[in-house]
Each structure stands twice: as structure tokens, then as C-alpha cells.
């Protein structure tokens, strides 16, 4: 679009966002959706993989993935840049990949209001967010 103002932090935060949410989706994909994991992960000597799998499964019951995604969201919103605003995307889309999608979502879409005033420089946002 003309007078988006592309930079390297918004490529930084783009892949940021894809590589959290990307991970994420995969990792429940493969390590959580599948039933036969319970099984697997409830072996007297379970694969490696079994720790983070419960790990992922004990943040998202304590809503952590939401939580986490609403700080970053707040954040980027009120002091960060491009880079913040592309993690506060990336943690609500694993917010809600997780189950988490109420607080997720308010951080992604607080996330994305940031980095397209950014992007689109709208008034009141470039000048105390330039380098950001």
C-alpha cells in the first residue's frame, strides 16, 4: 500500500509472530491432538518430548499463554515498537492455539493495532515510535 513504511523490524517482528504462533500450532499438533501421546506419555520411561508436552498442557490450564500474550499486548501498545507488536501477535495466536483466546486475543489485537499504526504512521505514533 502506498505510504506503509516498511522496515527490518517489521520483518524481525513478522517472523517473530510466525515462529511463535507456527510453533505452537505444530507443536500441539504433533505432541498434544494426537491421543496416542497420553498413552506414550504415561509410559514408566517416556520420550523426552513427554516433559514439554506437559509443561504446554499445565501453562495452558493456569491460562499462562493468555496471560502472557495480554502483558505483551499491553506493552507493546503503550511502550514498545514493531518487534513487540509482533510477539504479542505471535503469543496470542499461541494464546488461542492453547485454548487461551480471551486474554490472547485482546494481546493480538492490542498487538496489531500497534503495528499498523506503526506501519501506517499514524499520527500521534511515529514520532514517539520511530526506531521502535
Not at 517416556?46 to 491460562?63: D, I, K, N, S, T
Not at 505483551?72 to 495466536?93: D, M, S
Not at 485482546?106 to 500521534?124: E, M
Amino acid at each position: 500500500m502506498a505510504g506503509w513504511i516498511w522496515t527490518r523490524r517489521d520483518g524481525a517482528g513478522a517472523a517473530l509472530a510466525a515462529v511463535i504462533g507456527g510453533g505452537a500450532f505444530a507443536f500441539r499438533h504433533w505432541a498434544i491432538v494426537p491421543r496416542a501421546t497420553v498413552g506414550i506419555c504415561a509410559a514408566a520411561r517416556p520420550p523426552g518430548w513427554c516433559a514439554p508436552r506437559g509443561w504446554v498442557l499445565h501453562w495452558q490450564y493456569l491460562g499462562a499463554f493468555g496471560w502472557a500474550a495480554l502483558l505483551a499486548g499491553l506493552a507493546a501498545f503503550f511502550w514498545g515498537g514493531r518487534v513487540a507488536a509482533g510477539l504479542a501477535v505471535g503469543l496470542g495466536i499461541a494464546a488461542m492455539v492453547n485454548y487461551n483466546g480471551t486474554q490472547g486475543g485482546i494481546g493480538a489485537a492490542l498487538g496489531l493495532i500497534t503495528w499498523l499504526s506503526l506501519l501506517s504512521g499514524r499520527p500521534g505514533w511515529q514520532a514517539s515510535r520511530q526506531g521502535a
